[in-house]
């Protein structure tokens, strides 16, 4: 793994969904048994492209997610690797029944993209909202669960998933993204990144998604403070890193997760589970507190939720405390 960050909280120039489209592009050219399947919204997530140069293998199915996930399940029968895109309320909660039954449970890989993750549906709405969707598919054996922050990480996510035998989610923002990685940035699938490390380190806050550029805020004021965290971006959810959550637990002697989804079922609570079956410590959580969506732009849904480096800050204050 050879980690190169960013480090200047600005935007990417280029819309994250085309890490998605170009990576899937470059992995139809290159492989005959890549075929994709979306649910009618092509023209947002950029892949008209792939339907335009290989009609017979990017297929449209229409506003009917149920059914793609089937004909996806179908295709990875006859060998094929399926990737299947919707928003992420409609490839968690509408599909679930067929991704679990035909993919899962029947032992073919279907790759899921669930586009706008949590919050960043904004003006879509409540019902546009997923805040459990990596949850669901946390539940469901033997799958793989990935929350990409930002251009790379999803572009690297995306072409793993082609070479994993298994039900793979992907959640990821479709448009802008604050670049947190060089695009030359090497990851592995299942191993949390350490952005920031000492030996003075008070806590630990273990992030994903749009929270690690929150989470690197934090760190910095948290240092201009006095205080030393430890920064670990967990983007693949499962299998989580068990190894790398209990250094940081035993090294630090307190937690704190930041997720863009609901607390109750996603990474904060995969964290947990791991610590208290082997090593029991301090946690706090920033995330969405058991709440449904609403309408409204990013930047005022990130402050009604709480994920901000405000919360991250004070987590942690209270993580501390609390040892």
Same mark, same amino acid.
């Given at each position: ?192 990144? &350490? /952005?920031?490390?000492? *030996?003075?380190?008070? @806590?630990? !806050? ?5 929270? $690690?550029?929150?989470? %690197? ?27 790398? &959550? /209990?250094?940081?637990? *035993?090294?630090?002697? @307190?937690? !704190? ?5 609901? $607390?109750?079922?996603? %990474? ?56």
């Amino acid at each position: 793994m050879s980690i190169k960050l960013n480090g200047k909280h600005e935007k990417d120039s280029r819309a994250c969904r085309d890490a998605v489209a170009l990576t899937l592009k470059d992995l139809m050219e290159k492989d005959p048994s890549v075929v994709y399947v979306d649910c009618d919204l092509m023209g947002c997530i950029n892949t008209k492209q792939l339907r335009a140069q290989w009609p017979d293998r990017a297929l449209e199915a229409g506003i009917a997610e149920g059914n793609a996930a089937g004909i996806c399940a179908g295709l990875a029968a006859t060998g094929k690797k399926a990737f299947l895109h919707s928003f992420g309320t409609f490839s968690s909660r509408r599909i679930y029944d067929q991704i679990y039954m035909s993919a899962a449970y029947a032992g073919l890989p279907v790759h899921v993209l669930g586009s706008d993750a949590g919050v960043t549906a904004a003006f879509n709405g409540g019902t546009h909202m997923p805040l459990e969707d990596a949850g669901m598919y946390l539940s469901i054996p033997e799958t793989y669960v990935f929350d990409a922050c930002d251009y790379a990480q999803l572009a690297f996510v995306t072409r793993a998933q082609a070479d994993i035998n298994a039900v793979t989610y992907t959640r990821f923002v479709r448009k802008d993204v604050i670049k947190i990685y060089e695009d030359d940035t090497e990851f592995t699938v299942g191993k949390g990144v &350490v /952005l920031h490390e000492s *030996k003075d380190d008070q @806590a630990t !806050v273990i992030c994903s998604g749009i929270m $690690v550029d929150e989470a %690197l805020k934090a760190y910095e004021q948290l240092k201009a403070e006095g205080v030393s965290v430890r920064v670990i971006d967990m983007f693949t959810w499962k299998p989580l890193d068990e190894e790398l &959550v /209990l250094k940081a637990a *035993k090294e630090t002697g @307190a937690i !704190v997760t930041a997720e863009n989804h609901n $607390v109750t079922c996603g %990474l904060g609570s995969a964290v947990a589970n791991c610590l208290v079956k082997n090593l029991p410590t301090v946690q706090e959580f920033v995330g969405v507190q058991d709440q449904f969506g609403q309408v409204g732009p990013q930047s005022f849904l990130m402050d009604e939720y709480g994920l901000r480096a405000a919360q991250i800050v004070e987590a942690v204050k209270k993580a501390i405390k609390r040892k």
